[in-house]
């Protein structure tokens, strides 16, 4: 089973999913369309969202 771990901002990729090593090529973050393209456990949107130190999830 290919296993999402949890939601993140990354300053590249914006809102990513983070993804267990068994990903293989995908690993370490994944879009949300691929996310769900590549059929990954759970959904996307239950995944939780864990925000990097110092970011600010605030809308601009």
């Not at 990729?13 to 370490?28: K, M, Q, S, T, Y």
């Amino acid at each position: 089973m290919k296993r999402g771990l949890f939601r993140t901002i990354d300053t590249f990729l914006g809102e990513c999913a983070r993804v267990h090593e068994d990903a293989g090529d995908a690993f370490p973050y994944l879009r949300p369309d691929l996310y769900r393209l590549l059929g990954f456990q759970p959904a996307y949107e239950d995944l939780p969202l864990v925000t990097p130190q110092g970011q600010d999830l605030r809308p601009n």
